[in-house]
């Protein structure tokens, strides 16, 4: 999950949280995996989170769990986190509570709702061709009786952003 996330990192983001605002739009399209009883916070402001925590340098479960937790109660206001009613204090996730949904979210999904994100982010080239490279490969020892070999494709523009990628067996 974090390689999903990883490709943020790459990005350039002056300002990491109205990126992962920007963000929340796409994300609401990512299926969730949890139920719908105890279900405290929104998928979206998750997942929002732990992307402007990438965006502002973390690059670990660990890391990103402690910038959400340091972050100040406004910032989690924006981001989509309960604020009591009472208090008006801001609850954040446990660091458990995130790492467990980020494992269970559809990588595949995930993916392709940041890779919309970014396309949507990039600035147009200019007038012109675009220039965009398409690599392939077949995993060394994926083979096995029952199936052929796994190849990757994957295409990316020259500003560093993957477009899309698929793998497939071949037989």
Do not use: N
């Not at 595949?108 to 690599?135: K, N, Q, S, Y």
Request: hydrophobic share 45%; aromatic share 4%; charged share 20%.
């Amino acid at each position: 999950m974090l390689t999903v996330l990883a490709q943020l990192g790459r990005t350039a983001a002056p300002v990491p949280l109205a990126d992962a605002l920007a963000l929340s739009d796409f994300l609401d399209l990512v299926p969730g995996p949890r139920g719908v009883r105890g279900r405290r916070y929104r998928l979206s402001a998750l997942v929002a989170a732990a992307a402007a925590s990438v965006l502002a340098g973390a690059r670990s479960l660990s890391a990103i769990t402690e910038w959400i937790g340091d972050v100040p109660a406004w910032a989690c206001r924006a981001l989509g986190f309960p604020t009591d009613p009472l208090s008006g204090t801001v609850s954040v996730p446990h660091p458990h509570t995130l790492r467990r949904l980020l494992v269970q979210l559809d990588g595949d999904a995930l993916d392709r709702e940041i890779g919309a994100f970014l396309t949507a982010r990039a600035a147009p080239a200019g007038p012109g061709l675009r220039a965009i490279a398409v690599d392939g490969k077949a995993l060394r020892g994926s083979r096995t009786r029952i199936t052929g070999h796994i190849t990757l494709l994957a295409a990316m523009d020259h500003t560093d952003h993957v477009l899309a990628h698929r793998g497939r067996t071949r037989g």
